[in-house]
C-alpha cells in the first residue's frame, strides 16, 4: 500500500492569513499517461468529505480560488491563500494512482 | 445535479450480515466506478473497495484487505444503484460508510454502521 503522511496534524490559523499543509506519498503518484492522482478533501464536522482540489492542483467546481494544490511525483502541498472562517475542519490527502489511501488528516482551527 | 445517498445502516451484532445501497442520480451511472469508503468514529478516512463500470471494468471489484473475503459489492445499472453485502461483521467495522462515484468528487451524506452485542 502507498503509505500518505501529512504535516503538520493540527493547524491554527488566523482568520485573513495564509496556512499550508504538506502531503508525502511513499511512492510516486506520476501515472504513466502523466497524471498524478493527488486528491484534496476538507471534511466539516457533522458533514461528508468535500473534494478541494484533484490531479495534484485543479479546483473542484465552486472550490474559492483562495485554495491551491502543488507538487508532484511524491510531495504535494495545499494552500489556503487567506483563510476564512469557513476553512475550519479536517484535511486529508489522498492518493488514487492505487487501491486508495489517506492521510492522517489536518485539523485545521480558525481563530 | 450529481448525487448520492447511502442507506441500509443500523446496529448489528458481531458475525451477522447487513446490506448497504448507495442510491444515484445526475451523471450516467453505468459509465462509472462506484467506491466506498469508512470513517470509524473520532478515526480518518478509510477506503474499502470499488466496483468498476460494467461497460469499461467488467464490472469487477477491488476490496481492501481488511474486508477480503466477508464484503461483496455489486451494481444495479438499470436502477443506479451500487450495494455492498458485509456479513461475519465484527466490532472493528463499525463506521459511517460513503459511497462515492469513481472520480472520487462526490459523495454521500453516509449511512452509520454500529456492530456491538
Known amino acids: ?111 | 445535479e450529481v448525487h448520492l445517498a447511502e442507506s441500509g445502516g443500523g446496529l448489528v451484532q458481531p458475525g451477522q450480515s447487513l446490506r448497504l445501497s448507495c442510491a444515484t442520480s445526475g451523471f450516467t451511472f453505468g459509465d462509472y466506478a462506484i467506491s466506498w469508503f469508512r470513517q470509524a468514529p473520532g478515526k480518518g478516512l478509510e477506503w474499502v473497495g470499488f466496483i468498476r463500470s460494467n461497460v469499461y471494468g467488467g464490472g469487477t471489484t477491488e476490496l481492501a484487505a481488511s474486508v477480503k473475503g466477508r464484503f461483496t459489492m455489486s451494481r444495479d445499472d438499470s436502477k443506479g444503484i451500487a450495494y455492498v453485502q458485509m456479513n461475519g461483521l465484527k466490532s472493528e467495522d463499525t463506521a459511517v460508510y460513503y459511497c462515492s462515484d469513481g472520480t472520487y468528487g462526490y459523495w454521500g451524506q453516509g449511512t452509520l454502521v454500529t456492530v456491538s452485542s
Open chain 1, 1 to 111: 500500500d502507498i503509505v500518505m503522511t501529512q504535516t503538520p496534524l493540527s493547524l491554527s490559523v488566523t482568520p485573513g492569513q495564509p496556512a499550508s499543509i504538506s502531503c508525502k506519498s511513499s511512492q510516486s503518484l506520476l501515472h504513466k499517461d502523466a497524471t498524478t492522482f493527488l486528491y484534496w478533501y476538507l471534511q466539516k464536522p457533522g458533514q461528508s468529505p468535500q473534494l478541494l482540489i484533484y490531479n495534484v492542483s485543479s479546483r473542484f467546481f465552486g472550490v474559492p480560488e483562495r485554495f491551491s494544490g502543488s507538487g508532484s511525483g511524491t510531495y504535494f502541498t495545499l494552500k489556503i491563500s487567506r483563510a476564512a472562517a469557513d476553512d475550519a475542519g479536517v484535511y486529508y490527502c489522498m492518493q488514487g494512482i492505487d487501491l486508495p489511501t489517506f492521510g492522517q488528516g489536518t485539523k485545521v482551527e480558525i481563530k
